[in-house]
């Protein structure tokens, strides 16, 4: 990826709050969300389009259910900065998405 589009998507994500590293291919992306959990963004990119395409697809197939039901076990429900309350988990869930599609719409306004 071009060191001059790395750092356009760089300084549009932080400036949203994410932490960003981009190493040739591979594209982290992380926040804290709402509720305080450390929420990530992971792929691999060639350019930035690409970058765009896999966030956008993350936000499409980002399902806050099935993601809610990765913290009911013993890792969250209430550790490691998950919510307690199942309903509080899923809201966060749904906060999660809505900062993903905002970084895409983000990202998006380079091009």
């Keep these: 990826m071009k060191k001059k589009d790395i750092n356009k998507i760089t300084e549009v994500a932080e400036s949203l ?3 960003v590293r981009i190493d040739k ?3 982290l992306f992380s926040k804290f969300s709402p509720a305080g959990q450390d929420f990530n963004i992971e792929f691999e990119a060639e350019d930035l389009e690409e970058v765009i395409e896999k966030i956008k697809e ?3 197939n980002f399902d806050c259910s099935e993601e809610t039901s ?3 076990d013993e890792s969250g429900h209430g ?9 509080d988990l899923y809201e966060d869930m749904d906060d999660c998405r809505d900062m993903i599609d905002e970084l895409e719409k983000a990202i998006r306004k380079i091009i």
């Design 17 to 19: 709050g994410w932490s």
């Design 79 to 87: 550790t490691n900065g998950a919510p307690y309350d199942m309903k």
């Design 70 to 72: 990765l913290w009911l």
């Design 58 to 60: 993350r936000c499409v």
């Design 25 to 27: 291919k591979d594209c």
